[in-house]
């Protein structure tokens, strides 16, 4: 998967979460005035779903082994 910038064609952006075959998985629900804040957008949005991936795999702290 990776993230593409795209113009709205209104002086405005946006990113689109593709996967391998190039297929929208997900879409910014807000658009941005400059293509580096959509860029910024896509990599906080990219952040905060590795670290939620992490929260939930994590083992909690009661588990049995």
């Known amino acids: 998967m990776h ?3 795209r113009s709205t064609g209104r002086h405005l952006w946006t990113w689109v ?3 391998s075959t190039h297929l ?3 879409e910014s ?3 941005f005035p400059s293509e580096a804040q959509a860029s910024a957008a896509a990599l906080a949005f990219s ?3 590795t670290r939620a991936g992490k929260t939930l795999t994590a ?3 009661g588990s049995l082994i």
Do not use: G, N, Q
């Open 3 to 5: 993230f593409e910038i």
């Open 17 to 19: 979460l593709l996967d």
């Open 24 to 26: 929208p998985v997900m």
């Open 29 to 31: 629900d807000r658009t």
């Open 47 to 49: 952040k905060l779903v």
């Open 59 to 61: 083992p909690s702290a």
